[in-house]
């Protein structure tokens, strides 16, 4: 069916440790979105990978793209409070972005 | 200057009102959507518009009817509301292969 599933659904990390979410899908996907979602706010968009194998950095953020694109993933390395949000995966299925359920962040600091 | 505006941002209101969600989008981009965020954060798209012409309608009731008078406005209308309508709402809007522009959501409360 037209879904990713995204992992882990909570991470609670200690300011300065790394976070990673994935999204896995069961079919070869034609692109990846990530969105960020601060707490009260809207997803922002972050980045669209395309290609297989495909790895893109954002500062701190690193995105990768699958071989066999079918999974994706998202690594923060050492986190910030400002970190703090849901990361969303999301997929264009024709002409709809189907999204991942998310994985809120929370760090301590 | 926002780039995707909808307004309200909070609407309480009591069951079997009928209430409108309006969004403007200043991209010049030819497709919006509304999308509902449930209490789990999760996020499903309800209605999108290409060009003011309605191309995906997700299995929602028929009790809420998107209109779309051009291509830069899209609004939502609820009819009798229920209960279970409360969630916070999104417009977007998009250009292909680009990533999605949302608005700061509507937060909807229904007592």
């Known amino acids: 069916g037209q879904q990713v599933m995204q992992i882990p659904q909570y991470q609670h990390v200690q300011e300065g440790e790394d976070f990673t979410t994935y999204c896995n899908s069961s079919?070869?996907?034609?692109?990846i979105q990530w969105y960020k979602q601060r707490p009260g706010g809207h997803p922002v968009f972050l980045i669209q990978?395309?290609?297989?194998?495909e790895v893109k950095k954002q500062k701190r953020l690193t995105f990768q793209f699958g071989e066999a694109k079918k999974n994706s993933s998202l690594h923060i390395t050492a986190t910030q409070t400002t970190d703090v949000g849901t990361y969303f995966c999301a997929v264009e299925y024709g002409n709809k972005l189907v999204f991942g359920a998310g994985t809120i962040l929370r760090v301590k600091s | 200057d926002t780039a995707v505006s909808q307004t309200p941002k909070y609407l309480v209101t009591q069951m079997g009102n009928d209430k409108s969600i309006k969004c403007e989008q200043n991209?010049?981009?030819?497709?919006m959507y509304w999308y509902k965020q449930d209490s789990k954060k999760f996020l499903k798209i309800m209605f999108s518009?290409?060009?003011?012409?309605?191309?995906i309608n997700e299995t929602v009731p028929n009790r809420f009817s998107p209109k779309s008078p051009d291509k830069a406005h899209l609004n939502l209308h609820i009819n009798s509301l229920e209960l279970g309508d409360s969630a916070v709402y999104f417009c977007?809007?998009?250009?292909?292969?680009?990533?999605?522009?949302f608005g700061s959501g509507t937060r909807l409360t229904v007592v």
């Open positions: 991209l010049g981009h030819d497709t």
């Open positions: 079919t070869t996907l034609s692109n």
């Open positions: 977007a809007s998009s250009r292909r292969l680009y990533g999605y522009t």
């Open positions: 518009y290409n060009n003011k012409e309605l191309i």
């Open positions: 990978l395309v290609k297989s194998g």
